[in-house]
């Protein structure tokens, strides 16, 4: 077969992309080689419905050792009974646990979308919002902090049946303990999506949820910096309470309800590709590498708000406990969006992002949403924190001046040849 340059091109265009820019994006991170090794294997051949021990198809003797293998590493990392590694993505993952653990129509209360919620927190335009009654909780306006107060006001109003804590664009650590107590009020399930910061959660740097929430939900690729992909997880399993008229009874235990939500309920073939590979990046996490790792994200996102503060810049609560930080453009005159094109011309990736409150729309939205993790991976330390925000300043303070803007895009280039990434792909 001839060999298809045509996408083997795009393909390299964006290798070098990854390599020449700084890499702000939240939510994104680059993975080792030998994680990105083990998805472009023979693995992607398999098909593997069902679980280690109990599939629908033959062959699959030496696939379940590579998901059990995933199980049991990530079930170490956090210290939990149950670990389901088939969900394909963290949306995947949240659906699959809703089918599991709600009816149709049932109540769910979770952080607004335009608070740094999630879509799949119930968002209207979601599954989450359509199949399920959606009530929010906010941030306070004044501290850019969750309000507590009025989580706990619409828990005990709404009486929803599961209560959703986590976030996409939140800097502080959550009170889970206060969550669950409302909760066990009101007879409902907490879950946690810690997708965001659960690298730095597995290394002990933030509180941990899993005391507190039934369920923990989580993408790999973000702070844990494996493949993409999603992942269920439960401290303790334990039988389902509210009980279930269509299940039998020996599919009571959650760990079986939610096993059974993602394959056959929400997903069909297991990525087992994608499993090996988060497979290899659990094996990476529980190394001590990794927890120097996840420290350094704390440090280095610390010293970049103290650089945005001290050029004028608004971080929303006004600093950072994990790997990000929201900031508000608006005393600068500056929309998001327009901040995040400009960027991009100056090989600078991050995205634009509603602001608490915000009076623009999503499409324009009045901030930027900046993260460190993938600045971290190729080497930067606090040090270079000041540099990376004079950078961004400079383009953002001559935003429509384009010799600045190129300027800036050519010392971003050299900048990161001294953080080299992949340098084994180039060709
Ligand atoms: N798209 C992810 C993020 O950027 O936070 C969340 O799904």
């Known amino acids: 077969m001839q060999r298809d340059t045509i996408v083997f091109n795009l393909i390299n265009q964006e290798l070098e992309r990854q390599q020449h820019g700084i890499e702000l994006i939240a939510s994104e991170n680059f993975t080792s080689l030998q994680v990105m090794e083990a998805m472009g294997t023979s693995l992607t051949n398999k098909y593997a419905e069902g679980y280690p021990g109990r599939r629908y198809y033959g062959g699959c003797e030496i696939i379940d050792q590579v998901e059990q293998l995933a199980i049991d590493r990530l079930k170490q990392i956090f210290n939990c009974e149950y670990a389901n590694v088939q969900p394909h993505s963290g949306a995947q993952a949240n659906a699959a646990l809703m089918l599991g653990v709600l009816q149709p129509g049932d109540k769910i209360l979770g952080l607004d979308l335009s608070m740094g919620g999630h879509l799949t927190h119930g968002s209207p335009v979601n599954f989450s919002g359509k199949l399920y009654e959606a009530h929010f909780y906010t941030v306070k306006k004044d501290t850019g902090l969750i309000d507590y107060d009025m989580l706990e006001e619409k828990a005990r109003t709404v009486k929803p049946k599961l209560i959703i804590c986590g976030a996409s664009a939140y800097s502080r650590d959550i009170d889970y303990g206060r969550i669950r107590k ?246």
């Open 182 to 427: 409302v909760a066990d009020e009101i007879n409902a399930f907490v879950m946690c999506d810690m997708a965001h910061p659960a690298g730095l959660i597995a290394k002990g740097l933030l509180n941990s949820p899993f005391d507190d929430c039934h369920f923990v939900t989580s993408t790999t690729h973000k702070t844990l910096r494996g493949p993409r992909g999603g992942i269920i997880l439960m401290k303790k399993d334990f039988e389902n309470p509210f009980g279930l008229k269509d299940v039998k009874s020996k599919t009571r235990m959650m760990s079986n309800i939610l096993d059974m939500a993602v394959f056959p309920g929400t997903q069909g073939g297991p990525l087992e590709h994608v499993i090996a590979a988060k497979a290899v990046s659990f094996g990476e996490i529980l190394t001590d590498d990794f927890t120097a790792y996840a420290k350094q994200i704390q440090k280095n996102a610390q010293a970049m708000a103290k650089a945005f503060t001290a050029k004028g810049y608004n971080i929303i609560s006004g600093g950072t406990d994990n790997h990000l930080m929201l900031i508000d453009l608006r005393n600068k005159n500056l929309t998001g969006k327009k901040a995040q094109e400009t960027l991009d011309k100056a090989h600078i990736t991050l995205n634009k992002n509603a602001v608490p409150y915000d009076d623009k729309s999503p499409f324009v939205t009045s901030g930027i949403r900046v993260g460190v993790p993938a600045i971290t991976t190729r080497g930067m330390k606090e040090e270079h924190m000041p540099l990376v925000v004079a950078l961004i300043d400079r383009v953002l303070m001559n935003i429509d001046d384009q010799k600045t803007i190129a300027a800036v895009s050519h010392e971003v280039k050299d900048l990161m040849k001294q953080f080299p990434l992949y340098p084994q792909l180039n060709k």
